[in-house]
């Protein structure tokens, strides 16, 4: 059984290009989450969603960001004109989504904004 | 507000001793509360959980304490070894319809040789 798999691992962009970050959650799970995490920062919430719904959203910026979570394939995580300030690691978890279920996280995308 | 913090950013220990990594949480209505190891380069890795209804929950080498009266939350790792140098985060799970996990900070634990 394959875990929370993301990619890619490590994303260079030009300011002004757009990034995409995928997460394909654990097998039966239907809820994911996103995280952006500064370096020696713990991890910021951004995103909730079940299939094709976006439920918390709470944390993403205003302008730029998006997510989403098709029926079928990936969850997407989109910013568009990154700029240098958009440099992190977002990390992607799923779960179950039964309240107070544990969370598994993938190994993260480490976006560099040049 | 969203608000998980940590007493002690960074703990240094002897391998073998115990340590304890303290957290702090924020929203007293959170039900659920869970503990993640975070390796250089690598994604959280789930230790141990602990829900509101208990105060004391144990795993092999590990055991969560809760405080609610104080919003207090451990971490206590006995006979502490090399390979548990990593960064700790405690997470409370707000619960309701959003169901998000609040991190806090982070504490880095150093374990010496």
Same mark, same amino acid.
């Given at each position: 059984?394959?875990?929370?798999? +993301?990619?890619?691992?490590?994303?260079?962009?030009?300011?002004? +290009?757009?990034?995409?970050?995928?997460?394909?959650?654990?097998?039966?799970?239907?809820?994911?989450?996103?995280?952006?995490?500064?370096?020696?920062?713990?991890?910021?919430?951004?995103?909730?969603?079940?299939?094709?719904?976006?439920?918390?959203?709470?944390?993403?910026?205003?302008?730029?960001?998006?997510?989403?979570?098709?029926?079928?394939?990936?969850?997407?995580?989109?910013?568009?004109?990154?700029?240098?300030?958009?440099?992190?690691?977002?990390?992607?978890?799923?779960?179950?989504?039964? +309240?107070?279920?544990?969370?598994?996280?993938?190994?993260?995308?480490?976006?560099?904004?040049? | 507000?969203?608000?998980?913090?940590?007493?002690?950013?960074?703990?240094?220990?002897?391998?073998?001793?115990?340590?304890?990594?303290?957290?702090?949480?924020?929203?007293?209505?959170?039900?659920?509360?869970?503990?993640?190891?975070?390796?250089?380069?690598?994604?959280?890795?789930?230790?141990?959980?602990?829900?509101?209804?208990?105060?004391?929950?144990?795993?092999?080498?590990v055991t969560v304490l809760?405080?609610?009266?104080?919003?207090?939350?451990?971490?206590?790792?006995?006979?502490?070894?090399?390979?548990?140098?990593?960064?700790?985060?405690?997470a409370e799970n707000y619960?309701?319809?959003?169901?998000?996990?609040?991190?806090?900070?982070?504490?880095?634990?150093?374990?010496?040789?």
């Amino acid at each position: 059984n394959a875990g929370v798999m +993301q990619n890619p691992r490590h994303l260079v962009r030009r300011r002004g +290009q757009e990034a995409r970050l995928r997460c394909s959650p654990m097998k039966g799970h239907s809820h994911v989450y996103w995280y952006r995490q500064l370096p020696e920062e713990g991890l910021k919430f951004m995103v909730y969603l079940q299939k094709e719904n976006i439920i918390d959203e709470s944390g993403m910026p205003k302008e730029r960001f998006s997510a989403e979570f098709p029926k079928e394939g990936p969850s997407i995580l989109r910013i568009q004109q990154v700029v240098r300030g958009d440099s992190a690691a977002y990390f992607c978890a799923s779960s179950a989504g039964t +309240q107070g279920t544990e969370a598994f996280f993938g190994q993260g995308t480490r976006l560099t904004v040049v | 507000g969203e608000n998980v913090g940590l007493h002690l950013p960074t703990l240094s220990v002897q391998e073998g001793d115990n340590s304890i990594i303290n957290c702090a949480y924020s929203n007293s209505a959170s039900d659920y509360f869970i503990w993640y190891k975070q390796e250089s380069g690598k994604g959280p890795q789930f230790i141990i959980d602990i829900r509101s209804n208990m105060d004391k929950r144990q795993g092999q080498r590990v055991t969560v304490l809760l405080n609610k009266t104080v919003k207090h939350l451990s971490l206590q790792i006995a006979a502490t070894q090399p390979g548990d140098s990593a960064v700790y985060f405690c997470a409370e799970n707000y619960g309701g319809a959003t169901n998000k996990l609040i991190f806090g900070t982070g504490t880095l634990l150093a374990v010496q040789p």
